[in-house]
């Protein structure tokens, strides 16, 4: 088997727990459906904490008992509120600056880039910016602009405490919940 097909793709998330995991889920649909853009459904609604890596299949558990180190943490109390966009493709849901939130990104960021060698942890180097991502890449300008005028000023707000993180793997076509890391 070559390399590049006994590695896989993984990164790491908060994953929100009912009723905001079925609220985002069905606002995902909403966008699929009332604007043709669905590549945020390959994946569960999340906070991406660590942006996707490659690592092998072979060491899989070493990457999970690795994780598995991390220092455990109080639980961090997250407050969602309205919409936000990265004009002109993504739309998702605001998560309120949260210093806790970030200390918990910086400190897991620091632990991958130092223990397992992973270095890939933010977006294009940009700065942490936690959201919950409902419509992105396959949402076309036109589209953009029509569902951002929809949702720029509706409401949305939710509060829930973060006691694990999740280690998600793509299958192949999309993204699944693989390990849950207790905080």
């Avoid at 727990?17 to 995902?28: D, G, I, Q, R, T």
């Avoid at 890449?137 to 029509?146: I, V």
């Amino acid at each position: 088997m070559s390399e590049k097909k006994s590695e896989q793709r993984y990164f790491l998330a908060i994953i929100p727990p009912e009723p905001v995991y079925s609220e985002a889920l069905k606002l995902k649909h909403y966008f699929k459906d009332q604007y043709n853009s669905k590549a945020a459904l390959n994946s569960p609604p999340h906070i991406t904490l660590h942006m996707p890596f490659q690592w092998k299949e072979s060491r899989e558990k070493e990457l999970v008992s690795g994780l598995e180190q991390f220092g455990a943490t109080e639980p961090v109390d997250v407050a969602l509120n309205n919409f936000s966009a990265f004009e002109p493709r993504v739309i998702f849901i605001d998560v309120l600056k949260n210093e806790m939130l970030e200390s918990l990104q910086k400190r897991l960021k620091r632990f991958c880039k130092v223990e397992l060698n992973l270095f890939n942890a933010d977006y294009k180097d940009l700065a942490f910016h936690p959201h919950i991502t409902l419509a992105f890449r396959d949402l076309k300008k036109p589209e953009f602009y029509k569902a951002w005028d929809e949702f720029k000023e509706k409401k949305f707000e939710a509060t829930f405490s973060v006691t694990s993180i999740a280690l998600l793997k793509h299958d192949g076509s999309e993204w699944r919940e693989f390990k849950h890391l207790h905080l």
